[in-house]
């Protein structure tokens, strides 16, 4: 089964950087995206960050393209998202998902799998 837990989230002021991880359960995800998502109070969840497990493939959504970079360690299970250049309108709720293999997609409905999420405040 699967589960996904973030840490790393907190206050940082601009141009600042940031890691957030997400362990995920012991489990097979060589055929699965991983994705990381934001939600902003009053906004829909958005997404940032997707990667392809097995063949490594990343995508980025243009707001953060440049600045984020998504990885993930095979050994442990884990998703990372380094964030440098830290603004405030990345202050956001940000959550791990997974689903499995479906194409890169930044969108939250193709993702079945969720974490409870870490909070990122950027101040100005």
């Known amino acids: 089964q699967v589960h996904l837990a973030e840490s790393g989230g907190g206050s940082v002021q601009a141009g600042g950087s940031l890691r957030l991880s997400c362990v995920a359960s012991?489990?097979?995800?060589?055929?699965?995206?991983m994705g990381w998502f934001r939600q902003r109070p009053g906004k829909e969840r958005e997404g940032v960050a997707a990667?392809?497990?097995?063949?490594?493939?990343?995508y980025y959504d243009n707001s953060v393209r440049g600045r984020f970079t998504i990885s993930y360690d095979n050994a442990k299970n884990i998703l990372f998202l380094q964030m440098t250049s830290l603004k405030p309108e990345d202050s956001a709720m940000y959550y791990c998902?997974?689903?499995?293999?479906?194409?890169?997609?930044?969108?939250?409905?193709?993702?079945?799998?969720w974490g409870q999420g870490t909070q990122v405040t950027v101040s100005s």
């Open positions: 998902a997974a689903a499995r293999w479906i194409g890169l997609s930044l969108r939250p409905s193709d993702f079945r799998y």
């Open positions: 990667i392809y497990i097995a063949g490594g493939d990343t």
């Open positions: 012991r489990y097979d995800y060589s055929n699965y995206c």
